[in-house]
């Protein structure tokens, strides 16, 4: 069945915004008209190099009747601000995570576009991904038993070491929790759903960074966020979770000893009859692990799913599927919310020596089917 494409345009130039233009050009479902940024001449650079047909200043592709989708590919501190302008004016948005710096301006997006029948969605979308989407198929058909609990850690020296202009990342709304948490919160809630309560510990190791490479080399700069966070997550549907992110680690064994070593990553579900080992939430692929009460060596599980390149947007064609189509959207922005509160809760319980319930809520979202061509999702 042939659907109309959705035309879409591209709002923020920045390093992330190659892949999502890349991949935008793979999908029937998207028309990429048009790339906006804050400096017009990077959206211009970008337009030309991947051949898009207008680069405009933000208000002019917000004032663009035809245009259907933006793609909110800013810095943190004005997600709410773009988000909220495109809906406005219209139009469907999709941001880069987090949904919104505070909690107040999520609801707000979820709630301008509730009044004006829009859509909201929201990165990550790896969890859309072949290996998580394997995980989510093994935990489905109960090969692990019930889930009783769950690890993750991300353990890194901080991006400061490889990023030209990293100062946002450790900012009120970025920090590991904010810019890497999303990843592992939303693998999570997809696998075992919502989390009812929280509780956690964070710290800020170092007052000040500096620049590791880039024309602002050996620059220092101020440290405005937590940069080590532990936290336990309490999952409606029973399992125990532990989360903690970090820019402060330099070499950590923990993730060897799991047998599954991506420089700092882990993300491991136990159950009642075995143990599923999944990949890095930050990614598409696998591997994907198993290992049951019986067995004395972890199995590697072939992925069963596709999307297992950088598929970066995949959750921006859903979204466009499910407006041509009325059906809801996988990395949707009641999603995305849940997830923006939960960080909140950690943060707050930190302050507070205390456990913090957890407000908001969402729905598991659907699986995707194992027989889907790729650049095709609308089955």
Not at 82 to 97: D, F, P, Q, T, W
Not at 109 to 137: I, M, W
Not at 165 to 188: K, N
Request: aromatic content about 6%; hydrophobic content about 35%.
């Amino acid at each position: 069945m042939t659907v109309k494409p959705v035309k879409t345009a591209v709002i923020g130039c920045g390093n992330i915004s190659d892949i999502y233009i890349q991949n935008a050009a793979k999908w029937e479902i998207l028309d990429l008209v048009a790339l906006a940024n804050r400096t017009l001449p990077r959206a211009q650079s970008q337009a030309e190099k991947y051949n898009v047909p207008q680069a405009k200043p933000i208000d002019e592709v917000l004032a663009d009747p035809e245009i259907e989708l933006i793609i909110n590919l800013t810095t943190p501190d004005v997600h709410a601000e773009i988000g909220l302008a495109a809906l406005r004016a219209g139009k469907s948005v999709y941001n880069e995570k987090p949904l919104a710096i505070s909690r107040e301006d999520g609801r707000s997006l979820l709630q301008e576009a509730k009044t004006r029948g829009l859509l909201v969605g929201c990165a990550p979308d790896t969890f859309l991904g072949g290996g998580l989407q394997t995980c989510r198929q093994i935990l489905d058909s109960g090969e692990i038993g019930t889930p009783v609990a769950a690890q993750a850690f991300m353990l890194i020296q901080g991006p400061e070491r490889w990023h030209p202009s990293p100062e946002f990342l450790f900012q009120v709304g970025a920090g590991p929790m904010f810019d890497i948490g999303p990843y592992y919160l939303t693998a999570l809630i997809s696998l075992l759903g919502p989390i009812r309560r929280v509780t956690g510990s964070a710290r800020k190791t170092y007052e000040e960074r500096t620049i590791g490479s880039g024309p602002k080399q050996g620059q220092n700069f101020s440290v405005g966020t937590p940069t080590h966070i532990a936290s336990i997550l309490d999952f409606a549907s029973g399992p125990v979770a532990t989360l903690t992110t970090s820019f402060d680690v330099s070499v950590s064994a923990g993730a060897a000893i799991n047998l599954y070593d991506v420089g700092g990553a882990l993300l491991e579900i136990q159950g009642t009859k075995g143990t599923l080992c999944l990949p890095d939430p930050n990614a598409f692929d696998g591997p994907v692990r198993v290992r049951g009460l019986n067995e004395k060596e972890w199995r590697e599980v072939p992925i069963t799913h596709s999307y297992t390149s950088n598929s970066r947007g995949i959750g921006v064609a859903d979204m466009a599927y499910a407006l041509r189509n009325g059906r809801s959207h996988r990395a949707n922005g009641e999603m995305a919310y849940h997830v923006l509160d939960v960080m909140h809760g950690v943060l707050e319980a930190s302050r507070s020596g205390r456990h913090v319930e957890v407000e908001s809520d969402c729905e598991r979202p659907s699986p995707l089917p194992t027989n889907l061509p790729e650049y095709q999702l609308d089955a």
